[in-house]
């Protein structure tokens, strides 16, 4: 686990989704991981993707940030965007793509 984990393939949060049943049934990590199609989402396209859908579906969070009245709103979009991915994305890719596409809006 550790090892997925340290390669980028999962996140924390998808090794405390997999271990108790890790725990109970035994077996490899990355097997069950592959089988549950859990591995962390770090292809930049899809990333980017994501963050487009969530900056269209929230124009006037996206205007408040620009206005620079709500600088936190960063954290709510990569909040929004870990949850629609179902907390697969990279969140270091999530925040730097988020962050490019923010200044660009």
């Not at 997925?4 to 393939?9: D, H, T, V």
């Not at 990590?29 to 980017?48: F, K, N, Q, Y």
């Not at 730097?96 to 660009?104: F, G, T, V, Y």
């Amino acid at each position: 686990m550790v090892g997925l984990i340290e390669a980028g393939s999962i996140s924390g949060k998808i090794d405390k989704e997999i271990l108790p049943e890790l725990l109970e049934k035994g077996g490899s990590p990355a097997a069950l991981v592959e089988a549950r199609g859990l591995g962390m989402i770090s292809d930049p396209a899809a990333i980017t993707a994501i963050a487009d859908e969530l900056l269209a579906a929230h124009p006037a969070e996206v205007e408040a940030f620009r206005r620079g009245d709500k600088t936190k709103l960063q954290g709510f979009f990569v909040g929004q965007l870990m949850k629609r991915s179902g907390g697969r994305a990279d969140p270091q890719l999530a925040n730097r793509i988020l962050a490019e596409r923010l200044r660009r809006c």
